[in-house]
């Protein structure tokens, strides 16, 4: 009754995105009928995309079987506890966007709401002190946190710094351990097929022809098969979204060792500062309408805590999203999908999301339209929230200069409009199913952006005085106290997964 | 930023159960702050003889401080774990509560059951389902603890008047008031009321009105019409085949529903002409300052009962968006949107029912409806939207029983060998076996909840 399952599968392209999605469809050889090979090239050199992630990644490691500590000690990795933003709102102003909740409901009613009512009420600490991701990653401290829920720990939650090719470097080993093969050679010619247009093959530098029944298009930027054969068009979003360029370089380890991103808002974009064991990586996103090449080098280097180790790389980059992910046998995973600059480190949340919607519609030989148009749909859809996200941070600011005050007098999107226009009356907030982002990571950002409710929810006046003013003191002494016990950051890494000395070389 | 609760007043139109409910749900949840006054109305609708709740409604009733087990014993309660359906010669499936089973290996319950099934050598799927058995076989397990298995969810059966006057007692415990009857309405600017004239010549005034009067205003402005509403006639039955389901039997053009109380049942035919008014919902049941919750906004068939839905999804829509003052647009434009949306979702679960029952027509290319039935069929994949009232679990019961067979199955099943699979399944149908056999009959429950005590139950704790 059923189809053919797939024969092969050709990933095209190493790096994050393919190691990742190699790792993961591995499984699917163990049904013995379907075989996973991957084609990467030693010249082409990957992006190191988004060394930052956010807290899902924990789920993709967990599927994999991979043990935390192992893998950070191979990959240089750092915990991270949220992204501090500074400079967003206005020059000398900062925020930070944390993991983890904020205090906790009381009688049904959002803990953010009662902290309003406070807030209306009298003088009390701002809302970040209430935080225990937040409060821990300003001491520098870290502690995975208690799965009891009645722990104040419980409300911590994290993420991970890592190098992105060395956690490629790690996913390759696991993907060879279950039988993915791994071929090195240059992509040279695509071969469709008459019939439907399907690619059949492809030919790699060396003559060999490799043929498949699925394709994975993990070659970047560029979409080699997705864009290169398929034609699937891309959607432009810079008038939304308009860096169009990135400058990189890595710089000398400096104390103490921050459990948190930085990201700090510049004339023309803004510059990212990540942790890791070894190095701290850097870079400058910026739009070239407004800022040369040089000027944004020099703009980095100027602004580095260490010293540069390396030279400076230069990126150029089209934010938006392929029209269709999914054409015919061709599946795109990681950039060839779509760019969204990692402002809120999502690049390799969207890779996971990719692979996680393509193993849900995992197609067999017939390929049916309807598995085909549902992932389309289901992953433009991961894409504009994540967009709309993005688009908040730029809008909602009091900078000067041309480039932020286009972002600030743009027309923003339908669905953001709305969200916005519900915090700026009464600080209400709504998840939406299937959305990535929940109400803490949108408040901390409307909040952290600026934007002051005129009002909080009546239903907070449902409590007395006397009951809220307790219940904010006593989650704020909670959480105060807690913090400062906590480990210090670079202490937890050295006892559980410090990296050795001389790290493995990076395949790529 | 401005403080302080300025809703001094909230009037309720209506001496309905909605009515009561909403009053007794807003005086409990705002206190001595915000008086709640139920106003009578001419056009009261009466409360139907019987009303069934889905298990999401308890979270409601435990906001209000109300234990669904003095509301069964109040209200000649059962506790209802699905929906027996009852289709032609003799055959029928139920539409339980609750999940079925664990996912495992990265793919659903249900598929590792529809593989094996393609692949041609099992039986049904209602005995992998806990709640199903249950519902089924008239039993009812309130705490299972057993091997794993989800826990079956339940929702209630009620007396709609003992209802009804169950929550006017809570209403007027928690501090709401009751007023004269409703002369008229007092228009003011922007399509707001101006105040309430009441029989005793007093006008009434205040900050948000609630239309709960059960009576919708035939094809009014944005209203989403359904077509023409079926007759309905309710009788009493002493038949009682099974406490533990609601049953409902398509007809050529009737639904046959016998819902169970606890010492009788309630017949409901719906069909035919004769029947009241339009059905469909308000695409803005908030204008100005009136908010219609229940009936008034939004009237289905009786198809899975959902009256007490309705109600309770204008209910928590108004909780999350209570608005202060006289400047209500962000709140209203909201209340509109999350509504619509979700009598619309209710709307589309009844009438996939009639789709694949062949009652009513394929949905066209457009229709979300399609893009459930195409996602099922192509592979068992269960999508739901946003502002659902049945969740996944329940699209699953209603597709796989009317026969619904998806083609595929999801392949991650695969990496489990079949014949792991099959026992793994067989050990999973012991379990639900096991735990309905340590279930309780639920006639033996209801004589239990329903025995004379000597303290008076009910109003509330």
Known sequence: MSAAPIGDV???????????????????????????????????????????????????NGLLGIDENDFLSKTQGTFKLGIEFEGWTRPGHSYMHPFGSYGHDAEGIRFYQLWLRGRAEGRIPDLGEFCLSEAAAYLHRFLPPSRDPRDVLSSLAYAYHFDAGLYAAYLRRHAEAAGVRRTEGKVVDVALRGEDGFVRSVTLASGEVVEGDLFVDCSGFRGLLIEGAMEAGFEDWRHWLPCDRAVAVPSARTEPLLPYTRSTAREAGWQWRIPLQHRTGNGLVYCSDHLSA????????????????????????????????????????????????????????LI????????????????????????????????????????LHYHRTERDGAFWRYLREMEVPESLRRRIELFAS???????????????????????????PEGYDPLADTLSKEAVGKLLAGTHRAIQSTAPQLPAHAAYIERHCAARPHPPETSS | MTSGLRTERIAVLGETWEGWLCAAFLAR???????????????????????????????????????????????????????????????????PFGAPGPSLEGAAFHQHWLRLKVQGDEGGFEPHWLGAVLARSGRFLPQAEVEGLPLPEYGLHLSGAAYAKFMQRAALHYGAKRAARLAQALPGNDDRIDALRLEDGADLRADLYLDCTGTAPDAA???????????????????????????????????????????????????????????????????????????????????????????QIGIEALRGLLPNGADQRVEREEFNRVTSEAYARLADFQRLHRILAGRAAQP?????????????????????????????????????????????????TETVPAGEARSRLKQHRRAVLRAAETAQDQGEVARILHAPRRRSAGGGR
């Not at chain 1, 790096?15 to 050889?29: F, H, P």
């Open chain 1, 10 to 60: 050709v990933i095209v392209g190493g790096g994050t995105a393919g190691w990742m999605t190699a790792a993961a469809l591995s499984r699917l050889q163990k049904g013995g009928r379907t075989r996973i090979r991957l084609i990467e090239s030693d010249d082409i050199g990957t992006v190191g995309v988004g060394e930052a992630t956010i807290p899902p990644i924990s789920q993709f």
């Open chain 1, 294 to 349: 040089e000027d944004a080098e020099q703009t980095l280097l100027a602004n580095l805590e260490g010293q540069p180790l390396g030279e400076p790389r230069h990126l150029r980059f089209t934010t938006g999203r392929r029209k269709e992910a999914w054409v015919g046998n061709v599946v795109a995973i990681g950039l060839s999908a779509g760019f969204l600059e990692p402002l809120e480190s999502t690049s390799i949340h």
């Open chain 1, 352 to 391: 996971q999301s990719g692979i996680h919607k393509l193993l849900a519609l995992f197609p067999d030989s017939r390929f049916a339209e309807i598995e085909r148009t549902e992932y389309n749909r289901l992953m433009a859809l991961q894409f504009e929230q994540v967009r709309d996200f993005l688009i």
């Open chain 1, 426 to 452: 009464k600080g209400r907030i709504f998840r939406h199913e299937d959305e990535l982002f929940g109400e803490d990571n949108w408040l901390a950002v409307l909040w952290g952006q600026g934007v002051r």
């Open chain 2, 29 to 95: 949840l705002l206190g001595r702050m915000t008086q709640v006054v139920v106003v009578p109305t001419p056009q009261d609708a009466g409360a139907p003889p019987a009303l069934a709740s889905l298990p999401s409604m308890r979270g409601l009733h435990d906001a209000m401080g109300l234990d669904e087990h003095d509301l069964a014993r109040a209200c000649e309660g059962t506790f209802r774990l699905g929906t027996l359906h009852e289709r032609e010669a003799g055959r029928s499936f139920v539409v």
């Open chain 2, 221 to 311: 402005a944005g209203w989403h019409d359904a077509g023409a509403a079926p007759a309905l006639a309710w009788s009493e039955d002493s038949t009682q085949p099974n406490l533990s389901a609601t049953r409902m039997r398509l007809e050529e053009d009737a639904e046959d529903i016998l819902i169970p109380l606890a010492g009788r049942s309630i017949r409901l035919r719906s069909g035919g002409p004769g029947g009241e008014g339009r059905l469909g919902w308000q695409a803005r049941s908030w204008r100005g300052n009136l908010v219609a919750i229940g009936a008034a906004a939004c009237r289905l068939p009786p198809l899975e009962m959902p009256q007490m839905r309705i109600a």
């Open chain 2, 364 to 412: 066209a290319p457009d229709d979300p409806l399609a893009r459930k039935i195409e996602q099922f069929e192509s592979r068992g994949r269960v999508v739901t939207y946003d502002g659902e009232s049945f969740d996944q679990d329940s699209h699953l019961a209603v597709m796989l029983g009317h026969g619904l067979m998806p083609r595929r199955y999801d392949p991650l």
